[in-house]
Nanobody, 128 residues
Framework: QVQLVESGGGSVQAGGSLRLSCAAS????????VAWFRQRPELRREFVSV????????YFEDSVEGRFTISIDNAKNTAYLQMSSLTPEDTAVYYC?????????????????????WGQGTQVTVSS
């Protein structure tokens, strides 16, 4: 079974940028949906972004639209979340996840239940 490992989290000041990585143990992102979720302090885990297999389309949660981008490098079996113009409200543990489903739309892609493999999470802290 594929495993996902996130990295790239850390501490940054407001307005700064970070790039998170999600490394898969095998060829994954050319075939499956990959999404990023986050869990902010004292809140439930929430959807951030999704990319369809092989980068066919992407979708972002409203609060990160225009600030975050999602990409994949199939040669490295790695997905990325580039985060810019960070604010303290972006402070969270960020998770990548893979869906087993061949077809999701921008609504169904936002539900955690549609993902069967998760990374361990990486902490992002944004200070004001």
């Amino acid at each position: 079974q594929v495993q996902l490992v996130e990295s790239g989290g850390g501490s940054v000041q407001a307005g700064g940028s970070l790039r998170l990585s999600c490394a898969a143990s095998e060829d994954t992102f050319s075939r499956y949906f990959v999404a990023w979720f986050r869990q902010r302090p004292e809140l439930r885990r929430e959807f951030v972004s999704v990319m369809a297999p092989d980068g066919a389309w992407t979708y972002f949660e409203d609060s990160v639209e225009g600030r975050f981008t999602i990409s994949i490098d199939n040669a490295k079996n790695t997905a990325y979340l580039q985060m810019s113009s960070l604010t303290p409200e972006d402070t969270a543990v960020y998770y990548c996840a893979k869906s087993p489903w061949a077809s999701l739309n921008y609504l169904t892609a936002q539900f955690e239940a549609n993902y069967d493999t998760w990374g361990q999470g990486t902490q992002v802290t944004v200070s004001s």
